[in-house]
C-alpha cells in the first residue's frame, strides 16, 4: 500500500480553529478603558464569553491584555462615581449597586462570622433525657416549646 502525501502532513485537532487574534488584545484593553464587561467585551468580539476564558488560558499575551482591560474598566467606574461627588443628578444608589455587582471583591458588603479568637465556629449539640424530668419539668418544656412554635410562625 502507497502512502498518500496527507498521512505526512500534521494532525490538526478536532472542532472549528480559533477565532482568537492577537489585534484582540489590543481591541479589548480599549473596550476596558471605556468600562466594559468581559461580556461586552465577548459581544464586540463576535464570540461568546467562554471563548475569552479560553483565550485567556491559552494565550499569555491576551491574558496579560484581558488583566489590564478589567483594571480599566474598574478604574473607569470609580472615575464616574468621583465625578458624581460633584454631581447633583448623580444616582450613588444605582452606582453602588452596579459596582457591588461587578466588583464584588472590592464593594460587595461582608459579614464574616467566625468563632472564638477568628477561630472557627463550634456547635454544641445537648441532650436533654426527658425520662428524667418530673411533671411540672415536663410542663414547663412544653410550655416554652409552644412558645417557640407561636413566635417561629409569626405569633
Same mark, same amino acid.
Given at each position: 500500500m502507497?502512502?498518500?502525501?496527507e498521512?505526512d502532513?500534521?494532525?490538526?485537532?478536532r472542532?472549528?480553529?480559533s /477565532?482568537y =487574534?492577537?489585534?484582540?488584545?489590543? #481591541?479589548? #484593553?480599549?473596550? %476596558?478603558?471605556?468600562?466594559k464587561?468581559m461580556?461586552?467585551?465577548?459581544?464586540? /468580539?463576535?464570540?461568546?464569553? &467562554?471563548?475569552i476564558m479560553?483565550w485567556r488560558d *491559552?494565550? *499569555?499575551e $491576551?491574558?496579560a491584555?484581558?488583566?489590564?482591560?478589567?483594571? /480599566?474598566?474598574? *478604574?473607569?467606574?470609580?472615575?464616574r %462615581?468621583q465625578?458624581g461627588?460633584h454631581?447633583?443628578? $448623580?444616582?450613588a444608589?444605582l452606582w453602588?449597586k452596579?459596582?457591588a455587582s461587578r466588583y464584588? *471583591?472590592?464593594y460587595a458588603?461582608?459579614?464574616?462570622?467566625?468563632g +472564638?479568637?477568628?477561630g472557627?465556629? =463550634? #456547635?454544641?449539640?445537648?441532650?436533654l433525657?426527658? +425520662? +428524667?424530668l418530673?411533671?411540672?419539668?415536663?410542663? &414547663?418544656?412544653?410550655a416554652? /416549646?409552644?412558645?417557640?412554635?407561636e =413566635? +417561629?410562625?409569626? %405569633?
Open positions: 502507497s502512502k498518500k502525501p498521512d502532513a500534521p494532525k490538526r485537532g472542532g472549528r480553529p /477565532l =487574534k492577537p489585534e484582540y488584545c489590543e #481591541v479589548v #484593553v480599549e473596550l %476596558g478603558r471605556a468600562g464587561s461580556v461586552q467585551m465577548a459581544a464586540q /468580539l463576535g464570540v461568546d464569553r &467562554a471563548s479560553r *491559552e494565550h *499569555e $491576551f491574558r491584555s484581558l488583566s489590564r482591560a478589567l483594571v /480599566l474598566a474598574q *478604574e473607569w467606574w470609580e472615575d %462615581g465625578m461627588l454631581d447633583r443628578n $448623580f444616582n444608589a453602588m452596579i459596582v464584588r *471583591e472590592d458588603d461582608r459579614k464574616e462570622i467566625t +472564638a479568637d477568628g472557627p465556629l =463550634k #456547635v454544641q449539640a445537648s441532650v433525657d426527658v +425520662a +428524667a418530673d411533671a411540672e419539668d415536663i410542663e &414547663a418544656l412544653e416554652a /416549646l409552644r412558645k417557640a412554635v =413566635k +417561629a410562625n409569626g %405569633g
